[in-house]
């Protein structure tokens, strides 16, 4: 069956740092891309990151640029998100999400979503 399954959140203070998981299975892989969106209560669902899986091309939302890094590992098929000085407002649920070709921050062009691991920033 495809899916994706997602690890890693928790709880972390302000300034602190967390890695997130998104291992895939039961789909070819190579022509991917592999987003990491977020929702915070009472918000909408944001783009963060996508990387693709044929060359490695990043993209980041503003709001994480110098903080936060999307990396893979193909022979794993897994996506990373490392994050880095996180701050309150970085607390969300955090989903990764597959989609065939090219990359997008925009929720609706996802069809495969993991199930989203919660990232909680506080002191």
Same mark, same amino acid.
């Given at each position: ?8 959140? =928790? /709880?972390?203070?302000? &300034?602190?740092?967390?890695? /997130? !998981?998104? *291992? *895939? ?6 022509? $991917?891309?592999? &987003? ?5 209560? =009472?918000? #909408?669902? #944001? =783009?963060? *990151? $996508? +990387? @693709? @899986?044929?060359? =490695?091309? %990043? %993209? $980041? ?8 890094? +999307? !990396? ?16 309150? #407002?970085?607390? *969300?649920?955090? $989903?990764?999400?597959?989609? +065939?070709?090219?990359?997008? /921050?925009? @929720? ?10 919660? %990232? @909680? %920033?506080?002191?």
């Amino acid at each position: 069956q495809v899916q994706l399954v997602e690890s890693g959140g =928790g /709880l972390v203070q302000p &300034g602190g740092s967390l890695r /997130l !998981s998104c *291992a *895939a299975s039961g789909f070819t892989w190579n022509y $991917y891309a592999i &987003g990491w969106f977020r929702q915070a209560p =009472g918000k #909408e669902r #944001e =783009g963060v *990151a $996508y +990387i @693709t @899986t044929s060359d =490695g091309r %990043v %993209v $980041y939302a503003d709001s994480v640029k110098g903080r936060f890094t +999307i !990396s893979r590992d193909n022979a794993k098929k897994t996506v990373y998100l490392q994050m880095n000085s996180l701050k309150p #407002e970085d607390t *969300a649920v955090y $989903y990764c999400a597959a989609r +065939i070709g090219r990359g997008s /921050l925009t @929720t609706v062009d996802y069809r495969l979503w993991g199930q989203g691991t919660q %990232v @909680t %920033v506080s002191s």
